[in-house]
C-alpha cells in the first residue's frame, strides 16, 4: 500500500496552476487546505461575508471526516484523489437548486471523458461510473436562511491515484480509480480545472436555459435509465425497471406490478 505522504510520485497540488487554469470565471475565491475534517462541513460554515458574488472553491488534500450520501465515510486518502468543494452563492443560484446535483454529474463525467479518456457514465442519483465501480461521487447541500436557500454547497470526490491495496476491501469490487483503469497517473490538477471550467459551463447553460439541457445530458450519459434496478430507501426496497427522471430529478421505476413510483433518495442497484 502506498504511503500516506507527498512524495516524487505523489506531490501537493500546485494551487497557482489551478488559479491559472480558471482565471477569469466565476471562481472568485478559491480555498485550498492540507487537511480539513470535510470540505462541504467547512463550506457550510463559512460566513456569508466571506463568499463571493457568484462561487467559490473549497479543495483539500485529505479529508478526516470526509462524507458520502446518507451519513456514510468518503474515503480520503492524502495525496492521491480530489476533495473539493465548489459553492454556488445565492446570486448564482438557479430557480430549481436541486439540480445542481445532476449537473455537478454530468461536470464531472465530462471532465473525466476529456482529461482521461474514460468512458464515465452516471448512475441515479450522483455517482460516476467506470466499467460498472465507482470512480466518483458528489454530494449535494443547502444551506438555508431566511427560509430560502442562501448557498449551494457541492461536494465532488473523485478517485484519482488510488492504487487497489488503498480502498477497504469490502470495497474493492466495487470501487476504482483514474489510475486502476489506465494504469497511469492522473493529472489531479488537469482535472479539477476541467471539473470547474464544466461546473461553470453548465451552471451558465442552467442559468440561461433552465433544466432541459442538463436533464437531456444526464439522460444521455445515465447508466441507470432502462435498467432493472433495486432501490433501497428507508423502510422499504422497491424493484423494476428505471423508466426516466422527472423535471426535478427524480427517479421513476416502474414495478412488475402496481403503479410507477417516484423516488427522491435511495441507494440503486443496477442488476444485470
Known amino acids: 500500500m502506498a504511503s500516506n505522504g507527498p512524495d516524487s510520485h505523489f506531490p501537493p497540488l500546485s494551487s497557482d496552476v489551478i488559479q491559472a487554469g480558471i482565471r477569469g470565471g466565476i471562481w472568485e475565491r478559491l480555498l485550498f487546505f492540507d487537511s480539513v475534517d470535510s470540505t462541504n462541513q467547512r463550506g457550510l460554515a463559512l460566513p456569508a461575508s466571506d463568499l463571493p458574488d457568484q462561487g467559490a472553491v473549497l479543495i483539500a488534500e485529505s479529508q478526516t471526516s470526509g462524507r458520502g450520501r446518507r451519513g456514510r465515510n468518503w474515503i480520503s486518502t492524502p495525496y492521491r484523489n480530489i476533495y473539493l468543494s465548489a459553492i454556488f452563492s445565492s446570486a448564482a443560484l438557479p430557480d430549481d437548486a436541486t439540480l445542481l446535483s445532476l449537473l455537478a454529474a454530468v461536470s464531472g463525467a465530462w471532465a473525466l471523458r476529456i482529461t482521461t479518456g474514460l468512458e464515465v457514465r452516471v448512475k441515479w442519483p450522483n455517482d460516476l461510473m467506470v466499467n460498472n465501480r465507482k470512480i466518483g461521487g458528489i454530494l449535494s447541500e443547502l444551506r438555508f436562511g431566511s427560509g430560502r436557500p442562501g448557498r449551494a454547497v457541492i461536494g465532488i470526490g473523485i478517485n484519482v491515484n488510488s492504487e487497489a491495496g488503498d480502498f477497504p476491501e469490502e470495497l474493492r469490487e466495487v470501487a476504482t480509480s483514474v489510475r486502476v483503469e489506465t494504469g497511469d497517473m492522473g493529472s489531479r490538477e488537469g482535472i479539477i480545472i476541467e471539473v470547474l471550467k464544466q461546473l461553470e459551463a453548465w451552471h451558465g447553460r442552467l442559468m440561461a436555459e433552465g433544466g432541459t439541457p442538463v436533464l437531456k ?46 423516488i427522491s433518495a435511495g441507494d440503486v442497484t443496477e442488476l444485470r
Do not use: F
Not at 423502510?235 to 417516484?262: C, F, N, T, W, Y
Open 217 to 262: 445530458e444526464w439522460k444521455r450519459l445515465s447508466s441507470t435509465l432502462g435498467k432493472k434496478v433495486r432501490v433501497a430507501l428507508a423502510d422499504e426496497v422497491v424493484s423494476g425497471i428505471a423508466e426516466a427522471i422527472d423535471e426535478g430529478g427524480m427517479l421513476i421505476v416502474r414495478p412488475r406490478s402496481g403503479e410507477s413510483r417516484r
